[in-house]
């Protein structure tokens, strides 16, 4: 009984001080991101009011790019290193990391590059909670740094504290809750985000308008278009890997092939009008404020960031499937005979979900940004965007131990739990 009681104080203890070290990580991420974001915003912009110019450049920009990572990059870089480091499969997630993402997704967005800003965010984060944790003489300090300072980036960004910190916990280890690094995630999401909004960072909310009745119609049309949202985002996924395949494959040289593929990308847009460039938070203006939205917009989005990111420009996706599924959503919602910009907002949530392989990162995303009067149908959507996105992420995921790589329908059907909390050391 001694010993189970000095084990919980020693528990207790080393809780504090992760709560303590995620105050840190959370006052230096938010900072760092919240001058990163004003900066993708600043840039954004200034591309966008130039873009007839600044679309040309983009050949140029990658090629500078691919240079940047060749030369200094040494191969630990990007989202799976970061995810790797997680799992303390590799040795910490270098400090440089955070250079290249503000010279690489900064150039992308003032030169009009069809990409998002979330996984530079999150690999800011990662960077900065690895660089932390090295110093720090805990067991497994440094990877559950790493995981807090993903909350802390994603939080900063996207002002969403509360799906920041699920979004690390869940991303990293499919069927489970990274546990170990809760105390610290939790501290680092919710000070991140006030230290970045002190930065001038913040969201814009978009009124979902009345929720439905949840009548049985209301229901299966809620399935229906779940359903739909998860075959979205399982669409990207392959797209992202046949993109790279394809293009790795059919121009070995890769300054050749961003190059190429740049010139390429540069034409599409200029004829588009710049529709397609960006983050996209365009598209998903134009949505929920009445404007044209075409039945195809979230397929041309999703393959332009598809391609953009495959050939070696830096950014993100997660934006990219805000915009997409709310496009989508706002398309299917006039056709299911529900309220448009509702089924916009749940889209917007739910394709990122899909995306990345999340449950309850999307379902608080929605609640967070369109109030708690969606939480049943986010839940519902969500749910089923879950299990028809054939168990695919955009990210490198590792199952739960005991829950092998499985064939989607047998396996997750099957199961007739939800994602089992887990203990993850």
Known sequence: MRKMQDNGWMSAAEQLIYAALGLLVGLAVGAVVGIFGMGVEYFSALGASHFSLYVWFMPVVGILTVAMLKKWGKGNIGMAAAFRASRGETKGFPLRNVVFQFAGTWSAHLFCASVGREGAAIQIGA?????????????????????????????????????????????????????????????????????????????????????????????????????????????????????????????????????????????????????????????????????????????????????????????????????????????????????????????????????????????????ELFGGALLPHAAIVCTAAYLFNFNRSVYDQRYREGVASRSVFRNRFRQSELPLLHRAG
């Open 127 to 367: 960077a900065l909670g690895s660089g932390i944790g090295r110093n720090i003489p805990l067991r497994g300090a440094e990877r559950i740094l790493i995981v807090s300072g993903m909350a802390a980036g994603f939080s900063a960004l996207f002002s969403t504290p509360v799906c920041a910190l699920f979004f690390s916990l869940e991303v990293t280890i499919v069927g489970g809750l990274h546990l170990r690094a809760l105390v610290a995630s939790a501290v680092s999401s919710f000070t991140a985000w006030y230290t970045a909004s002190l930065c001038g960072l913040s969201h814009t909310l978009i009124a979902a308008g009345d929720a439905p009745s949840l009548t049985l119609a209301v229901l299966a049309k809620l399935i229906v278009l779940g359903a739909a949202f998860g075959l979205t985002g399982f669409a990207f996924c392959i797209i992202r890997g046949a993109a790279g395949k394809f293009f790795r494959t059919g121009i070995k040289n890769a300054y050749l092939r961003v190059g190429l593929a740049g010139a390429m990308l540069a034409c599409l847009l200029y004829l588009s009008g710049g529709r397609y460039s960006g983050l996209g938070t365009n598209l998903i203006e134009i949505a929920v404020s009445g404007g044209k939205i075409y039945s195809f917009d979230f397929i041309v989005k999703i393959l332009f960031t598809a391609v953009t990111l495959a050939v070696g420009f830096l950014g993100g996706e997660v934006t990219t499937f805000f915009a997409a599924g709310t496009c989508l959503g706002l398309v299917l919602g006039e056709a299911l005979g529900l309220p448009p910009v509702f089924a916009a907002c749940l889209g917007y949530a739910a394709v990122f979900g899909a995306a990345t392989n999340t449950l309850f990162a999307p379902v608080l995303l929605c609640v």
